[in-house]
């Protein structure tokens, strides 16, 4: 019998998985463990990113083990990023992680939320 690997969720880019090993630097004094990503319901389109401290495992959440960090994926985000890549970008007027995820099917003007198509 041959099991096939599944992909993981979400893909990192080497800039973002850089910064995540440099927030995870200034948090380990705090149990930190690494990364979540989640959505919520919010802005103009309907489902903005979030990004927090994951100190443990929740149930149920999907781990991405990438270039060296671990990103955890809260389950109710699944069905919205998977598929996504998560990079880091930086310059003269923002600096944060983004996502380049081929759910989306809008986004608003100022780029703080996103839809999908609802399936």
Not at 32 to 37: E, F
Not at 59 to 81: Q, S, Y
Request: proline content about 3%.
């Amino acid at each position: 019998m041959m099991f096939q690997a599944t992909k993981a969720p979400i893909s990192l880019t080497d800039t973002a998985a850089d910064r995540v090993k440099a927030l995870m630097a200034r948090a380990n004094d705090d149990g930190v463990i690494g990364l979540r990503v989640g959505v919520k319901h919010t802005g103009c389109s309907g489902l903005s990113y979030v990004i927090e401290y994951a100190k443990e495992r929740k149930r149920l959440e999907d781990v991405v083990e990438d270039k060296g960090v671990k990103i955890f994926i809260d389950p109710t985000a699944v069905m919205f990023i998977l598929g996504a890549t998560m990079d880091y970008k930086e310059d003269k007027l923002y600096s944060g992680f983004v996502f380049e995820n081929p759910n989306e099917t809008g986004r608003c003007g100022c780029g703080e939320s996103f839809s999908v198509a609802a399936g």
